[in-house]
């Protein structure tokens, strides 16, 4: 298949953290509004082969796609900007790149060449680059390179991209992001670290033809046109892109500086038809106007980095849009709550969402705040360790089953409510190895689960090892906790409720994966509604 798409390739200087991943989102969204078809893809200059294993305190949420791949948590951004799905091909590692090197050099694809960085590494780099495009045809793939311009890490990306913008041609574009700080003392916007983060990409081979220039204040056009001059771009390619109150603010920003009318006209292109932004800024409207305010506790052993839960923080949002409700998160760390403390610390919150996890620290503060919201008759929401915490908490206090637990938290524990899947029980490797991307769920007809999908089956995205066991599941039902939602291929429990509770639902799977700005997750859009009816504040 013929490869006719355009190309933009988005780097960064200065330093790392100014939002790559939301300016390539912004303008996908952009050009997407203006009817062409877009996708994002992320290439992390990191060793591991995805970030499946990766600590998320060292690098955030892992984010899932549909097909299974574990990636990094800017495709949960792309996604929810662009209510399109991204897939394994979205997200490309230095470590899957080597693999795939040294794979071929274990069969002699090379035919006995030496193998090395140029042209081997970035050669594969760019097939890497061009899969969406030669597979999909999309009018436009845009590529995000991780980390900062000058990193050592990523020198065969940049070297990659200089390659591909001489190739391509005039289907090619490098935007580069970087920073112009205010100097509080002087009182003055400093262009220098612009310019020698430019000056770095130049030495590579690459020059940029678009700047976006992240700032706390407005740049004017002095400042433009000193950034124009010293850096080899026009002024109109100077993008201002000033600190906003939340991250959906981007794409407008973004178009009022014109971004996606600088992409189409270097890239030769005109519009398909008049970007209709109005349901982007419908959804903002309602999230800066709420009508009432709740406060919902998210109760998460990674709490210290807001990074480790961002999908679910993000569909708490669209939800609270969704119901013209402010939500407030109540962040609580889960080895900071026990029994003694829980009612004092859950006292002012209308929802208790307990986050999803692995290993055992923290657990006796997930199942505190389990026990709290169910006895008290909070909302409440479980996700994957969550909805097993919620499990064991039935277990021990209602089913009198005092030594149940997870057989992956304690493993000869003498009632295993939770243990592991069959079919990971051969499995040794870790990376990869998970149930993971989307499954089906049939839903029991006269459940919340079903009152709130308003479908019969559903298809939601997993990561885990461990599942509900069924040989205590018609303990759990006689007591009333029902399995209301069923994987129909092997009878896993994917949701669990509480009768006689105003809203309490545990699910296996992840469903902050799947909200987007445009389309909220049913889950989270029905449980900040049960909130709001637990005792709001009047705004």
């Known amino acids: 298949m013929a490869d006719s798409s355009k190309y933009i390739f988005v780097t960064g200087g200065v330093t790392s953290s100014l939002g790559k991943g939301i300016i390539s989102a912004s303008l996908a969204k952009l050009l997407q509004a203006s009817g062409y078809s877009v996708t994002i893809q992320k290439l992390d200059p990191y060793i591991n082969v995805d970030p499946g294993t990766l600590n998320p305190y060292e690098h955030g949420e892992c984010f899932v796609t549909n097909d299974g791949a574990e990636t990094d948590l800017d495709l949960g951004h792309y996604e929810r900007f662009l209510g399109v799905p991204t897939s394994q091909a979205n997200n490309v590692t230095t470590g899957r790149i080597y693999q795939s090197v040294i794979n071929k050099e274990r069969r002699g694809d090379y035919l006995g060449k030496t193998v090395q960085v140029i042209p081997h590494i970035t050669d594969e780099i760019k097939e890497h680059i061009q899969i969406l495009g030669k597979r999909n045809e999309y009018d436009f793939v845009i590529t995000e390179i991780g980390g900062t311009v000058g990193d050592i890490e990523s ?23 970087t920073l112009v700080p205010y100097l509080s003392a002087s009182g003055e916007l400093k262009t220098k670290p612009t310019q020698h983060s430019v000056k770095t990409l130049l030495e590579y081979g690459v ?14 056009a002095e400042i433009k046109r000193k950034i124009a001059r010293f850096c080899n771009v026009s002024s109109n390619a100077v993008i201002e892109s000033i600190d906003a109150s939340t991250i959906y603010d981007v794409p407008l920003l973004m178009q009022q500086e014109k971004l996606d009318e600088v ?10 038809e008049t970007p209709n932004l109005d ?7 309602r999230l800066k106007n709420p009508t009432i305010e709740i406060k919902v506790a998210l109760v998460g052993k990674y709490v210290e980095l807001k990074d480790s839960y961002k999908s679910i923080a993000e569909g708490i949002i669209h939800a609270g849009a969704q119901n013209e409700c402010k ?35 923290g657990i006796s503060g997930k199942i505190a705040a389990v026990k709290y919201a169910r006895e008290n008759k909070v909302p409440f929401l479980g996700i994957c360790l969550g909805m097993q915490c919620a499990v064991i908490e039935f277990a021990r206090n209602v089913l009198d089953l005092r030594g149940a637990h997870s057989s992956e938290l304690e493993e000869e524990c003498p009632d ?63 007591n009333g906790m029902l399995a209301t939602g069923i994987n129909p291929d092997g009878g ?13 639902v545990g699910v296996q799977f992840h469903p902050e994966y799947k909200s987007t700005v445009v389309e909220p997750h049913p889950l989270f859009t029905s449980f900040v509604r049960a909130s709001t009816e637990c005792g709001v504040v009047a705004k």
Not at 263 to 272: A, D, F, P, Q, S
């Open 492 to 504: 896993l429990v994917e949701i669990v409720e509480v009768e006689d509770h105003p809203w309490f």
């Open 327 to 361: 939500v407030s998160v109540k962040w609580i760390h889960s080895e900071s709550i026990d029994a003694s403390n829980v009612d004092e610390q859950l006292a002012d919150v209308q929802g208790v969402l307990v986050a999803p996890g692995f290993g055992t620290r």
């Open 155 to 177: 020198l065969p990306f940049v070297e990659a991209i200089r390659q591909l913008k001489w190739e391509l041609g005039a289907r090619a574009l490098v935007l580069h992001l």
């Open 207 to 220: 020059q940029p033809d678009i700047l976006v220039c992240r700032t706390e204040h407005h740049l004017g």
């Open 263 to 272: 992409v189409l006209e270097k890239l030769g292109m005109t519009r398909i």
């Open 416 to 478: 295993p409510v939770i243990h592991l899947m069959n079919s990971q029980k051969e499995i040794e490797e870790f990376g990869g190895t998970m149930r993971l991307g989307a499954f089906p769920c049939n839903l029991s007809e006269d459940s919340t689960a079903f009152r709130t999908y308003q479908q019969e089956q559903i298809f939601e995205r997993h990561r885990h090892r461990y599942e509900f066991n069924n040989e205590y599941l018609a303990q759990f039902e006689a």
């Open 279 to 285: 349901v982007w800024r419908s959804f903002l409207k």
